[in-house]
Each structure stands twice: as structure tokens, then as C-alpha cells.
């Protein structure tokens, strides 16, 4: 796996246009107060010209430290190249011919021309700590590392077995190797029946699909069986992971009283639920997190038929009223604060039961194209259809990833094919389903924020 | 009620004078249990077993017993929480009836085919509807297709020793199946004896080396996928499913020298009041001409009759099946070499055949001897109903009259009004 590296992100919305980053950067790199020598160059958006200019009209001319990058490919004399340890892509004065080839090659205006100098000059992040950032008043600008998943999570060894039969654009797959590699070998993996397993992780006829222990427990008693095996290697001093991949229908459905007592007893598990609203592996059946409207194989469209006509079961909200050690919703379309809540969860499931509630949108079952599944998945959250937030019983319940100015829920709908005979009257029950239940867990997280 | 300690320390070098206690037969299972040391138990109370799990809670709360317990929700659960436990190498027990047996059938059945050593009492009970909480062998029964070995008990005696040895013959690497140990609830359950508590330091002696999951694990030490998907009409599925099968099948067949074998080292290690027949008992068989066959508590009351039947100069005699799952073909063959005619007395129903479920299993065993045996069934004791020394003496009278007539395509039920 390739390594990502550390980029300067910008912030239109919040940026002033004050300068005071190429101010810092010519001071810095050139000892000059001409901001026209900085590396950084913020301007002024084409159109409007109404004064004074307001934040959202700046942009940013900044060497992207592309990963594939087009100053490289066009440099005759190669005296551009990326370097594989700080990802900067470096200029060698010494080969450079002065050509200027690379600067029409940047799409960014990322390199060029120093009239000072007569030769090009570009942003090398100040070896790692650049001046314009902390330079910068309102926070437009920020050094950010959004590569730990890469770079930390790339060298942690995939579990499962190459190949999985996952349908094509399958987020569920996605989840499950990031998820084991965070967790490690030492753990001992429950797979109840459903896309899990029927993608190969228990394997077929004899052979496994996972480098860790792993197993079919039936679709009803995934969390029962998994504290038997936690409660026997921790009476024989073991630190074993305990860690089920379950879908929404085992756990929602049939398998609840299992998870129920387990949550209750508080028996240390890592609980994982891939939400696709449904019996997906099985030909999209209904199950209680189907939501409202949904066509599903069990709920389908006909002469009376107009998908399901019950609103989807709450089951995170839910385990938050067993007070486990810790809850989370999280997304695969946000995947950095997945990390963050499955780490939170791994510590937790050493203390008490752990839920993690992840959507996953289906492919096949939704009906959409394979290549749209982060797209349908971001949607999903930029709606409020579906929000991220953790819990623990210490620090109550908090938002990870608020949605201030929600898409139009119809907006989210209109992505996939199981949503397409809705009438407006369904549209605008899911829309006040939606309102109704963000306000349900706002006021929880409003009595968090109190205490 | 219980007047000792389960580990008083040994009065004699060669074997300790027995200690002698008085308790129910739920609470000689609960310290049978005990005995046998298991990491971890996991309960759910329901009538008539519910002392027993009291019981083992008190002695786990009291420090008289070294194992995890798991409070869980329901019976599906009990046994899924001893299916991993033991998948991580725990010794595991548990016990239920009836309804519960019900509804932990889903894993029940999948204990045996992952040759789980699980041990599990149940303390028998009719089955619902009608609504009824009393003995009867319909649960025990109803799941006896589902790879499990099952013991039905006699006495207390029997409860507490067989409790024991449930466990070593569980995790015997010729068996390596789950094992029920069947008490009949209200009469054994709730039923008081006299017994001798075997000393613990020469049951760790006959127990060995606890060896639970040498075949099958769940442990990053050694990795392995448990159960992946076999079968259908491809590559080699449907053969790994028929060696599945076959195995618990060979292990079925194992367990009956397995069981012999045990008892009698259980017999030479605690003495004769330890001594049980392992799978079928011969009462006053030798010169019968006819037997009545038994199952369980109402063997007592039977035994009795057919004493009296004996001074008054009837040829008759009783055999009692005590391992009924593997079934004891040969051993059953044995016993009815000399017997003419023979009535069976079940306390549950098999509804396919409109008889008592050993009196079916029987007659297979009846082919088997190659000679016309006439055979009645009697069902009688369903939901608690009382098998006394005078039903008996009518099951003795009408299998003494199939000497001289076919019996009936009914069963007698012995209970009824009319």
C-alpha cells in the first residue's frame, strides 16, 4: 500500500483574504516582505467585486504535493521528483533548466516563476511545519495529517483472505478489513449468517476466508456465543479480543434478545453492526432497520403495494438505554471517524459491551450504481438520514459529525432505485421522520452538554 | 438438609469412610456438578429445575465451587454462551426442561455437530399444551434426534453419579458429544434420598486432564474458521457434511463400551452403593417369561411390583433402559433373549405411532431377535400423574395375558379415567 502524507488544507468559508500567510511565507523563505515572492498565494475569486470582499471569494494558489503529479511528468531534466518520505515534491536547482514547462503543467499554480530569481519556486512545506499555517487568524488554513488510515492503518496486516465475494461496490467489505486490521489477530471473530459469511469469511467446505479464529454463530445468538469464548480466555488470563461483524437483520431482528442480555450483563464484547436495512445476502428482504417507504423483496411495489410501511427500528438508540460502556453510529463514507469510534470501542469492549452501529449501503439492494456507494453513504449524513454520534455512560451522548445545513432529505432518496415510487406524501413522512429523530437524539445530546 | 461438606478430607488411606448426606435429586446434581469442576455454567431457571441452579449458585457464591456462572436470558442463550465457552476450551454445564429445552433447540441440535463435550441436566417435564409444569419424559424425548447422548436416572444415587461422569464420558476422545443427564422432575427432582458423597481428590482421579477443544477451536493460537458453509450438490460439500454426520454417528456407537467401561471403574472406585447398570438393567430376568421395561424414577415403584408378583409365583421380570440415546440394541437383545412377551411403559407420547417412543424404539430391536415377541405399550405418568406399585401390577397382569393373546394396536394409558 502506496504512503499518503501530510497537505495543507484550505478553507474558503473562513478565509478573510488578510495575507498574513504570504506574509509569513516570503518572510520565512525569502527574509522579503513582497508577498508576490510567497509560495502561497491567496486571490480573489473571478466575478463578483462587491467591497469589501467576503469569506467564500478567496482561493488558494499552493503547491498540492500531488500524489501524481503533472510538473513531474512534464520536467525534461528531471529536476522535479516526489519524495517518498515527506510526499514533497522537491526541486533540484542544479538539474533545472529553466524551461518553465512545470508551470503550465500545474493545474494548481503550484510552482512558479520568481522574478527575483529568474527561476521557478515552490512551497516545500517548511520541512514540515509551514509558516503560513499557524500565521493564519481564522483558521482557514490547516496542516493536516488525513492519512493515518493510509499510512498507519496500511501497514497493519489484512485478516481476511483476498478475494472475498462481496457484490461489486460493496462497502461492506471495505468496513470488515479496515475494521479486523484495527482490531488485530488476537482476536476471535463471530459472523452470523448473512453478507458477512456469505462473502466467504468462515469459508466454504473446509477452507476459511480470515486469518483469525472465526465462525458461524447462528443468526440468534452471535453476542451469546462470543461471551462465552471472552468470559473463558479472561478465567484463563488471555487478552482476547471478542468481536462480532453482524448484520441489522441478526441483530435487530431475531438476534436481539442475545444482544440484549449480553449488553445487559455487560459482557465484554466488541459488537459491530453492518447496516444495509436489510436481509441483503439473502435477496433484500425487510428487516426492522428497512426504512420507511423502502421497496425490499418482502416489501414490494404492486397495486397496493408502496414498500414498507413502518418506520426503521432505532437499534443504536436502543443499546444507548443499556447504558453500554460505549455507542456509536459511524459511516463508511466517513471513514476517519469510523477509526476514531472503533478505536473508543476496542478500548471499551475491555470494560463492557461495545456497540457500533456503521451504515453500509447496499449495492444491490438499493439499488443504485456500484461506483455511487461513499456518494450514497455521504448523502445518507449530509440529510440527517442517518447521524454520527458516540456515547458512553460518563460523557452521555455527542454528535461526532453535526450536519448544520441539511440536503433535502428527497435529495438522498432520489439517489437510489428502492426509493423510486415514492409518492410526495411518503417523501414528506420520511422528511418528518427524519426531523423527528434528529430532535430525539439532540435532546439527549442536549442533556450531555448540560451536566 | 445437607449435612457435609463437599471436601471433608479422607478418614483412610485406601478409601475414605463415605460421607453420607441427604439432599433431592436436583441438589445430588448440583454436586455432582461441583465434582466435576466445569469453568463455567450457565442458567436459566424454570420448574422443575430451578433448585438446581439455585443450588449451583450458592455453592459458586459460597466458594465451594471454582466456576465462571452466566446469568443469561434465556435458554437459547445458556447454551450458546457454554458453545463458546467450551469453543474456547471451558468445561461447561448447564441444566433446563420443557419449554426451555424448546426453545434452546436451535443450538441444541448444532451442540452435536460440533462435538461439543457440553453436559446438560434435564430435569424432564411434559410438554405444553395442555398447560402443565410437572414430570413427564416429553422434552427429553422429542429432542432425541438431535445427536445428543441422554441417561435417564433412577435414584439420587444415580443423579449424583451419573452427573459425574456424564463429563468424562463427554470429553472421552472416542465420544466427543454433548451428554444429558435426565431426572425426572417432581419425583428425583424434588425427591429426597440418602446418599454417599464420592470423595473429591478420587473423582479429580477418575476425571484426568480436562480435554475440551483438541478438535475444534476458537483460539488466535490456532486459527480456524468454525463451521464454514458445506453442502449442496458441489466440490466436496456434500461429502463434508456426510463425514460430519457419520462422525457423530461413530461416536453415538462409541459411547456405549465407553459408558459400560466408565461405570465400572466408577463402581470399583467408589464401591457398590456407586454401582449402576450403564445401559440396560436386567431385574429378575433369568427364568422370565415374560418382562415389563422401564425408564427413569417409575422403575422403583416397579421393582416393587414385580417383587410381589415374583412370591406370588408369577415368572416375571424388568428391564430398565438407562442409556437411551445411543440406543443399547445389543445389550436390549441380551436381555430380552428369554422373554415372551413384553410390556413397555413410557411417560411420553410418541404421536407418529400412536405409542410410547422406547416401546417404538423397541420393536426395531424386537426384529432383530428374529422371533415373534407380542408387545404392548402403556403410557402412563404424563404431566406428574403417580406410577405406584398397583399400575404395575396392572402393566404385569395385561403383558401376562399377551402370552395367551395379541396385544392391542392401542396403548394402554394408564392414567386415564376410563
Known amino acids: 500500500m502506496g504512503q499518503a502524507y501530510s497537505t495543507i488544507a484550505f478553507d474558503p468559508a473562513k478565509c478573510d483574504g488578510c495575507g498574513k500567510c504570504m506574509t509569513a511565507c516570503a518572510s520565512v523563505k525569502f527574509d522579503s516582505t513582497d508577498t508576490t515572492r510567497s509560495l502561497i498565494q491567496i486571490v480573489r475569486s473571478g466575478g463578483a467585486r462587491i467591497e469589501p470582499p467576503r469569506p467564500g471569494e478567496f482561493e488558494l494558489a499552493l503547491c498540492r504535493q500531488c500524489a501524481d503529479p503533472k510538473c513531474v511528468t512534464v520536467c525534461p531534466a528531471g529536476a522535479l521528483g516526489k519524495n517518498g518520505t515527506t510526499g514533497v515534491i522537491d526541486w533540484d536547482a542544479s538539474k533545472c533548466v529553466d524551461c518553465l514547462l512545470c508551470t503550465i503543467g500545474c493545474t494548481y499554480a503550484g510552482i512558479a516563476l520568481d522574478e527575483h530569481s529568474g527561476r521557478v519556486s515552490k512551497c516545500d512545506t517548511c520541512e514540515g511545519k509551514p509558516a503560513c499555517v499557524p500565521a493564519c487568524p481564522t483558521g482557514a488554513l490547516r496542516h493536516i495529517t488525513t492519512a493515518r488510515i493510509y499510512n498507519e492503518v496500511g501497514s497493519w496486516e489484512d485478516l481476511f483472505a483476498p478475494g472475498l465475494a462481496g457484490c461489486q461496490g460493496c462497502n461492506t467489505e471495505l468496513l470488515m478489513r479496515h475494521a479486523l486490521r484495527r482490531v488485530g489477530p488476537d482476536t476471535v471473530l463471530a459472523t452470523p449468517p448473512g453478507c458477512v459469511p456469505g462473502m466467504g469469511s468462515v469459508g466454504f467446505n473446509g477452507t476459511t476466508g480470515t486469518k483469525v479464529p472465526v465462525f458461524h454463530p447462528l443468526l440468534t445468538n452471535t453476542a451469546s456465543m462470543l461471551a462465552g469464548v471472552k468470559r473463558q480466555y479472561e478465567r484463563v488470563g488471555r487478552k482476547v479480543t471478542a468481536m462480532a461483524i453482524a448484520g441489522d437483520g441478526g441483530a435487530s431482528d431475531v438476534g436481539f434478545q442475545s444482544l440484549s442480555g449480553a449488553a445487559e450483563r455487560g459482557e465484554r464484547i466488541l459488537f459491530m453492526v453492518v447496516d444495509n436495512e436489510g436481509y441483503m445476502n439473502t435477496g433484500m428482504q425487510r428487516s426492522s432497520c428497512t426504512p420507511y417507504g423502502a421497496w425490499t423483496s418482502t416489501t414490494p411495489i404492486g397495486a397496493h403495494g408502496r414498500g414498507k410501511t413502518q418506520d426503521a427500528k432505532n437499534l443504536p438508540m436502543i443499546m444507548v438505554n443499556h447504558r453500554c460502556e460505549y455507542v456509536a453510529t459511524a459511516s463508511t463514507a466517513y471513514m476517519e471517524d469510523l477509526y476514531e469510534k472503533l478505536d473508543k470501542a476496542l478500548a471499551a469492549s475491555e470494560r463492557g459491551f461495545a456497540y457500533l452501529h456503521v451504515y453500509s449501503p447496499c449495492t444491490t439492494g438499493w439499488r443504485f450504481q456500484s461506483a455511487l456507494n461513499i456518494e450514497v453513504a455521504r448523502k445518507a449524513v449530509e440529510s440527517n438520514f442517518v447521524t454520527l454520534w458516540e456515547y458512553t455512560p460518563e460523557a452521555g451522548l455527542h454528535f461526532t459529525r453535526p450536519v448544520d445545513k441539511p440536503l433535502p432529505v428527497a435529495d438522498y432518496l432520489k439517489a437510489m432505485g428502492r426509493f423510486r415510487h415514492l409518492s410526495p406524501e411518503q417523501v414528506e413522512h420520511i422528511q418528518n421522520k427524519v426531523a423527528e429523530n434528529l430532535r430525539f437524539v439532540r435532546k439527549i445530546a442536549e442533556q450531555a452538554d448540560e451536566q | ?418
Open chain 2, 1 to 418: 438438609m445437607n449435612t457435609t461438606t463437599l471436601d471433608t478430607a479422607p478418614t483412610t488411606e485406601k478409601r475414605p469412610a463415605p460421607q453420607l448426606m441427604l439432599c433431592e435429586g436436583n441438589e445430588a446434581a448440583a454436586l455432582g456438578v461441583a465434582l466435576a469442576r466445569p469453568d463455567m455454567v450457565a442458567v436459566y431457571p424454570i420448574t422443575p429445575q430451578t433448585s438446581l441452579v439455585e443450588k449451583l449458585a450458592k455453592l459458586i457464591a459460597d466458594g465451594r465451587m471454582d466456576a465462571d456462572i452466566v446469568d443469561a436470558e434465556g435458554e437459547h442463550s445458556v447454551l450458546s454462551v457454554l458453545q463458546g465457552g467450551a469453543l474456547a476450551g471451558a468445561r461447561t454445564y448447564t441444566a433446563t426442561c420443557g419449554p426451555g429445552l424448546a426453545f434452546m433447540f436451535e443450538p441444541y441440535f448444532r451442540t452435536s455437530g460440533m462435538r461439543l463435550p457440553l453436559v446438560m441436566t434435564i430435569v424432564t417435564r411434559d410438554g405444553i399444551t395442555p398447560q402443565s409444569v410437572w414430570g413427564g419424559h416429553q422434552d427429553a424425548m422429542t429432542v432425541r434426534e438431535a445427536g445428543w447422548i441422554q441417561m435417564y436416572c433412577e435414584t439420587v444415587q444415580e443423579v449424583l453419579d451419573t452427573t459425574v461422569m456424564a463429563f468424562r464420558l463427554a470429553e472421552h476422545h472416542d465420544v466427543m458429544l454433548p451428554v444429558n443427564v435426565c431426572l425426572d422432575g417432581n419425583y428425583l427432582s424434588y425427591g429426597t434420598s440418602r446418599i454417599e458423597m464420592p470423595d473429591q481428590a478420587e473423582v479429580d482421579d477418575f476425571m484426568g486432564h480436562k480435554d475440551v477443544n483438541w478438535h475444534v477451536a476458537l483460539d488466535p493460537l490456532r486459527p480456524m474458521a468454525v463451521d464454514p458453509l458445506t453442502g449442496g450438490s458441489g466440490g466436496n460439500g456434500p461429502e463434508t457434511f456426510v463425514r460430519y454426520r457419520r462422525g457423530q454417528c461413530a461416536g453415538m456407537k462409541n459411547a456405549l463400551h465407553v459408558i459400560t467401561e466408565m461405570h465400572e471403574d466408577w463402581a470399583r472406585r467408589f464401591g457398590e452403593a456407586h454401582r449402576f447398570a450403564p445401559l440396560v438393567e436386567e431385574y429378575r430376568l433369568d427364568d422370565a417369561e415374560y418382562a415389563i421395561m422401564t425408564l427413569g424414577s417409575m422403575t422403583g415403584a416397579a421393582k416393587d411390583a414385580v417383587d410381589e408378583a415374583r412370591a406370588a409365583g408369577e415368572k416375571v421380570g424388568l428391564i430398565k433402559i438407562k442409556t437411551f440415546s445411543p440406543f443399547p440394541v445389543e445389550a436390549l437383545q441380551h436381555a430380552l433373549r428369554g422373554v415372551r412377551a413384553l410390556g413397555v411403559v413410557d411417560r411420553s407420547v410418541n404421536f407418529r405411532w400412536n405409542c410410547g417412543p422406547m416401546f417404538q424404539e423397541t420393536l426395531g430391536v424386537l426384529y432383530r431377535l428374529g422371533r415373534q415377541v407380542p408387545a404392548q405399550s402403556f403410557i402412563g405418568g404424563l404431566a406428574g400423574a403417580d406410577l405406584t406399585v398397583t399400575t404395575f401390577h396392572r402393566v404385569i397382569d395385561e403383558t401376562r395375558a399377551l402370552l395367551e393373546r395379541a396385544p392391542s394396536d392401542e396403548p394402554v394409558w394408564l392414567n386415564a379415567k376410563d
